[in-house]
């Protein structure tokens, strides 16, 4: 059975730090990993898709890295900034036991980035 | 470009009334669609998935249904709520069948009180 744990659970930090985020996963066959950012009370923005075949994933101020073979991922965020706040999940695409590929996803960061 | 619309934004409903929440989605046509929950301090819990008109997959038994009258539209249902269907619901869509990113709506806070 497919597990992805999210670490650290919450991280508050000053305006202007690098930030990694860890995610690992149980099962190393997956299609793909995917990092959203979840605002209070809103729905999922997906940030990076990172295939199985692909190390990295590069967006603006965001890079997400996926080392399959050992179950980890990392978002690294440069130069944090208080809009950065938010709650950030990490999920794999892993075969499931309905005949289709789902999403798997862990239980989430929470960021705050204080001035 | 693709939209996904899901209404009501909050609801508020007591235990044992009908539940209908409905997810559209704009700009593409028969995506894949999902309905997601998330409990308080839990993660998404997958509850329906649908590869097209009528066709339904249920993750997990429960008091809810999913529909899928129209390609771009998914309605989730119950007949009588309970308290542990609380929670905020997430309609997802996805195009295709292999490994295409997921995008998610705004999502519908339900509260059974």
């Known amino acids: 059975k497919q597990e992805v744990t999210q670490i650290p659970a919450a991280l508050s930090v000053p305006e202007g730090e690098n930030l990694v985020l860890n995610c690992s996963f149980t099962d190393s066959a997956i299609y793909n990993l995917q990092w959203f950012r979840q605002d209070p009370g809103k729905g999922l923005t997906s940030l990076l898709l990172?295939?199985?075949s692909q190390r990295e994933q590069t967006s603006g101020r965001l890079n997400a890295s996926l080392d399959k073979s050992s179950g980890r991922s990392t978002l690294y965020i440069a130069a944090s900034q208080p809009g950065d706040s938010a709650t950030y999940l990490c999920?794999?695409?892993?075969w499931g036991s309905g005949g289709y590929n789902k999403l798997i996803f862990g239980a989430g960061t929470r960021l705050a980035v204080h001035p | 470009s693709q939209t996904i619309h899901q209404w009501p934004a909050t609801l508020v409903q007591p235990v044992g009334s009908p539940l209908s929440l409905e997810c559209t989605v704009e700009g593409t046509s028969n995506p894949n669609l999902y309905w997601y929950r998330q409990a308080a301090g839990r993660g998404l819990q997958l509850l329906f998935y649908s590869v097209g008109i009528g066709q339904i997959s249920s993750e997990v038994p429960q008091n809810l249904s999913a529909s899928r009258p129209q390609d771009r539209q998914f309605i989730l249902s119950s007949k009588k709520l309970l308290l542990s269907d609380s929670g905020f619901y997430l309609c997802a869509w996805r195009w295709g069948r292999g490994t295409e990113e997921q995008y998610f709506g705004p999502g519908t806070r339900l509260t059974v009180t």
């Open positions: 999920a794999v695409r892993h």
């Open positions: 990172i295939q199985s």
